[in-house]
């Protein structure tokens, strides 16, 4: 998987791979299913988040929820010593860490994790491009507001959905915020997105998965 020259990609399989992490930098982490031990991911887990855990019946999202929010909570401790990461969620339900000066944002698809961290607001999604998808249905719905190129073929369309999540993250709102009032159009072979004032999604297309970052 290729990123671009603004993000540093970085593949995560044990704690023991963050030992050069510098979060001074825009950084993704990429967590395959596989890791070395569930259990270095597991033991950094919070008691909030464990009791989350506890309410989650697929093993698969189990592991992920293991390893994304252990890994956070790694990289939290990294900047803050000894500190106990306090999470909170926003009214809409985004996750936070109480006092840290890093935004992070999480994405996954069938096989791979991501988390974002940045020092401003960030948002990021991913999905894998042999998902099924019927653009006739999506484009009768008009639940989205996309250009008309979104429905030319399955590629197209992900460029725009993917950077459609990755906005809504990055305004901590999701899908509470009505998709149909946010113009997303690909402009110069680049996603742009119109929601009272526009601002560029970056887009990565590689190994079979379309990812796309809005960052401040």
Not at 131 to 156: H, Q, S, V, W
């Amino acid at each position: 998987m290729n990123t671009s020259k603004n993000f540093r990609l970085m593949e995560v399989t044990s704690p023991k791979d963050l030992s050069d992490v510098n979060l001074a930098e825009r950084v993704i982490f990429k967590l395959p299913m596989a890791l070395r031990k569930e259990s270095d991911f597991l033991k950094h887990l919070d008691l909030l988040n464990k009791a989350r855990l506890d309410e989650i019946s697929s093993a698969e999202d189990k592991l992920r929820f293991i390893k994304t929010r252990g890994l956070v909570n790694i990289l939290f401790l990294l900047e803050n010593g000894g500190a106990e990461p306090i999470w909170k969620l926003n009214e809409y339900g985004k996750p936070y860490i109480e006092g840290w000066e890093k935004d992070f944002s999480i994405s996954h698809t069938r096989d791979i994790s991501l988390v974002a961290v940045a020092s401003e607001a960030i948002g990021i999604d991913i999905e894998d491009n042999s998902r099924n998808i019927d653009l006739e249905k999506f484009k009768r719905t008009k639940f989205l507001n996309f250009d008309d190129g979104a429905y030319n073929n399955k590629e197209e369309f992900l460029m725009r959905f993917t950077a459609l999540e990755a906005y809504l993250k990055y305004i901590g709102k999701g899908f509470y915020k009505d998709a149909r009032t946010i113009s997303v159009k690909k402009i110069d072979d680049g996603i742009v997105i119109d929601d009272g004032k526009v601002i560029k999604a970056e887009s990565i297309k590689s190994g079979g998965y379309t990812i796309s970052i809005v960052i401040k």
